[in-house]
């Protein structure tokens, strides 16, 4: 390694969301085979990834109260298939998503103290709160928790699984003192951590978020780049003082996607082509759908927008996706699509390509590894999150001709440095264990 030069972070998401990856061979059902799980874990750790990130959904998507076939592959439980996939790797660090509003703290302490146990202290927890009543009908708490409460809640879960991780386990083990607005904890706790806790990441974007964030996650992943990541960064890492931390003791990963190619200009190409390979007919009718709030299907995805206005009632007929609740915010969008549609004379398929483009890195392998450098160097972030825009195999290209690029650099060992997740980002090993 290059003294002096920023360390790039590497983790990898594997790739279930239908608007950033085409998935070979089709949908369903590849997407929940272990082997397209295992196989792209294996790539990862071959290209020295710190680590893996499974996303999560706890409800499918509806469209007019019927499931879709868009992107439906069902999901597993994660903490399940990150044992699974600790078994068949052995330097890759491994990270769940796990809900903070539905579950309970006691429970998935002691899961993730198990899995952390089996990988040798491999483990990740994004821990994400969700913002919407959707899923909490699956749990018979529709609306359950306010966004402000889901938030105070989960840092309260975390500091209850931390207490968990430190007191327990052992015959001289202290009993739990918890008596907090969300939980009650008493109890000599079954399961501790051996000294090395699962990292903590955290997803989201709002004010509570960020705060939440400074004072408990060690990972932040994130969609921000560009000017908007220096800000984001400047504005989280400003944070970490007031709440007795150093600023190496947060990582910053934004999602990316990359499209290697011969030249610039091939890239670009491949990845324009690989945008309307994403963006299927159905897709973009579903995306105007979810904004429209009726039925489109009876219009051309290769011609222009439709002629009606969105239905201002319609804010439930795509269901469980993120950007429909608010009719003026749907009509508001609609209106700036229109506008865009008109100006550049796009087909309804060419438009949602264009508004839902992911900003690929793309270029040869050298351009890659100098943008994704420059932005690291200019405080933007502290590494990536790469989101293969193909799969299988989707990582394929980026480890044999970007990390070589990028270890050439001095910006990315050849060889992992730790056997745990915690010492391969360079967080602190141990933590202050509680007796
Ligand atoms: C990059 C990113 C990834 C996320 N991934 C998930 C996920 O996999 N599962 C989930 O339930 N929520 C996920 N979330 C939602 C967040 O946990 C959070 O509930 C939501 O963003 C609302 O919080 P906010 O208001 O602070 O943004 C993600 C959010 C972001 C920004």
């Not at 993730?112 to 821990?127: C, E, I, K, M, P």
């Not at 009719?327 to 438009?351: G, M, N, P, T």
């Not at 480890?399 to 992992?416: C, F, K, N, T």
Request: net charge negative; charged share 25%; hydrophobic share 40%.
């Amino acid at each position: 390694m290059n003294v002096g030069r920023r360390r790039v972070h590497l983790g990898v998401l594997f790739p279930v969301n239908p608007t950033t990856t085409v998935w070979k061979g089709g949908l369903p059902g590849s997407q929940i085979d272990f082997a397209a799980i295992a196989g792209l874990a294996r790539t990862a750790q071959r290209g020295r990834f710190d680590y893996l990130l499974l996303a999560d959904d706890l409800r499918l998507p509806e469209r007019d109260g019927e499931v879709t076939e868009i992107g439906v592959a069902g999901r597993h439980d994660l903490l399940t298939i990150i044992s699974a996939v600790a078994a068949v790797t052995d330097r890759l660090g491994l990270v769940a998503t796990v809900n903070t509003t539905f579950n309970e703290p006691y429970d998935i302490a002691r899961q993730l103290a198990t899995v952390n146990h089996l990988s040798d202290g491999r483990v990740g927890w994004n821990a994400v709160t969700t913002s919407d009543a959707w899923i909490g009908q699956n749990f018979r708490r529709g609306g359950f928790l306010p966004h402000a409460q889901r938030y105070e809640r989960a840092a309260e879960f975390v500091q209850l699984c931390r207490s968990i991780w430190r007191a327990g386990g052992t015959p001289d083990s202290v009993p739990l003192a918890h008596q907090g607005r969300h939980f009650h904890a008493e109890g000599h706790a079954a399961t501790a951590c051996d000294g090395i806790e699962p990292v903590l990441m955290q997803a989201g974007d709002s004010e509570q978020g960020r705060e939440f964030a400074a004072a408990h996650a060690e990972v932040i992943y994130s969609r921000k780049k560009g000017r908007a990541g220096r800000e984001f960064y400047a504005d989280v890492k400003g944070r970490l003082a007031r709440h007795g931390r150093d600023p190496g003791q947060l990582k910053i990963m934004p999602a990316i996607t990359y499209v290697v190619g011969q030249s610039r200009a091939d890239a670009e190409e491949l990845a324009r082509m690989r945008r309307l390979d994403i963006v299927t007919p159905e897709m973009a009718i579903y995306y105007l759908e979810e904004l429209w709030g009726c039925d489109l299907s009876g219009y051309d995805p290769e011609g222009p927008l439709p002629d009606i206005d969105p239905d201002p009632d319609g804010s439930a007929f795509i269901a469980g996706r993120p950007t429909g609740a608010d009719a003026q915010r749907r009509a508001d969008r609609a209106a700036f699509l229109r506008q865009v549609a008109e100006s550049r004379k796009l087909s309804i398929r060419q438009l949602v390509a264009l508004v839902t483009d992911t900003k690929a890195l793309a270029g040869t392998p050298a351009d890659i590894a100098t943008a994704m450098i420059e932005q690291v160097e200019a405080d933007a972030c502290d590494g990536y999150i790469i989101v293969p825009d193909q799969a299988p195999g989707g990582l394929d290209s980026f480890v044999e001709h970007v990390v070589p690029e990028l270890q050439s650099r001095g910006v990315l060992p050849a060889e992992y440095e730790s056997d745990t997740l915690r010492g391969n980002l360079g967080l602190p090993e141990s933590t202050n264990r509680a007796r």
